[in-house]
């Protein structure tokens, strides 16, 4: 199984100085995908050595400005790098509209085509995307604007499960995520504040690191990723705790890891954090 992510970004709202906001590189068995793209993103892929015209398909979980404000920038870029190849880009409704106004009002163009995908549905879910060694499929999340999850599915393999890697960050906390995420591999939720702050996790429509945790004992997913970290957090231990709490396969996101899987479809790090 050929599967990897790259954390380039694992904060909340705004950087740190040990954590960009959210973006994630992903390898299935070639492909490569990005997961959000907040500002620095494009930096973050060159700091990691990884290949910036590589990235085939995008994700943007939604508009705000920490998962989507590095796009135009890295579109930019890898007009002025000579990209050719067209790439995919799935996002809720209106990215396509900021991008092309952006650059209009900006004189800017990019040379390549994209595909866009957008979404707009407020309930179920959509396979919005079938490539050849993976599916993608979006659902909604409960958030401020909207907002969707996505569960990636490799399809290498046809006699073997395939391996599920599912993404919800932000949302507040919701039971009916349960059957988009149940059984997956790796879960990747949001755990931006500490239990203690659950009025104001509810308020603000993001997860508390307890609920982070109870959603993935619920739906008996393998491995629980925990990410999107609020900035007020410098050490983030009391999060980790809290979320292995209710579930013990609990894994910290930090910014520069790199996980990979390993034996019994578990994934490992195996690059640790930025120096």
């Known amino acids: 199984m050929n599967f990897s992510i790259t954390i380039l970004g694992s904060g909340a709202a705004s950087p740190t100085g040990t954590r960009n906001c959210s973006a994630q590189a992903l ?26 015209q590589s990235f085939e398909t995008i994700l943007i979980s939604h508009l705000h400005g920490d998962h989507f404000f590095g796009l135009p920038g890295l579109l930019s870029t890898m007009h002025l790098c ?12 209106g990215a396509r509209e900021c991008i092309e106004t952006l650059f209009q009002l900006t004189g800017n163009h990019i040379s390549f085509a994209i595909d866009w995908r957008e979404m707009a549905f407020a309930e179920g879910e959509q396979t919005v995307l079938e490539h050849r060694r993976y599916t993608v499929v979006a659902f909604p999340l409960d958030h401020t604007v909207p907002a969707y999850g996505f569960r990636i599915a ?14 919800c960050c932000d949302t507040a906390y919701t039971e009916a995520l349960l059957p988009h995420i149940a059984g997956a591999d790796l879960l990747c939720t949001e755990c931006t504040f500490a239990n203690e702050l659950a009025d104001l996790a509810l308020q603000r429509k ?25 900035a007020r957090y410098r050490e983030p231990d009391i999060l980790l705790q809290q979320a292995s709490a209710e579930f013990e396969n609990c894994i910290m996101a930090t910014d520069g890891m790199r996980l990979e899987v390993r034996s019994k479809r578990r994934v490992e790090a195996v690059q640790g954090i930025e120096g």
């Open 27 to 52: 390898n299935f068995h070639g492909s490569k995908l990005l997961i959000d793209c907040a500002e620095g993103t494009q930096n973050r892929i060159r700091r990691h050595r990884l290949k910036l």
């Open 82 to 93: 000579g990209r050719t190849e067209p790439v995919c880009i799935v996002a809720p409704q």
């Open 154 to 167: 490799d399809t290498m393999n046809s006699i073997e499960r395939p391996f599920t890697y599912a993404y």
């Open 206 to 230: 993001h997860l508390t690191a307890g609920q982070a945790g109870l959603l993935a004992a619920k739906a008996s997913v393998g491995q629980l990723l925990l990410t999107h970290i609020s």
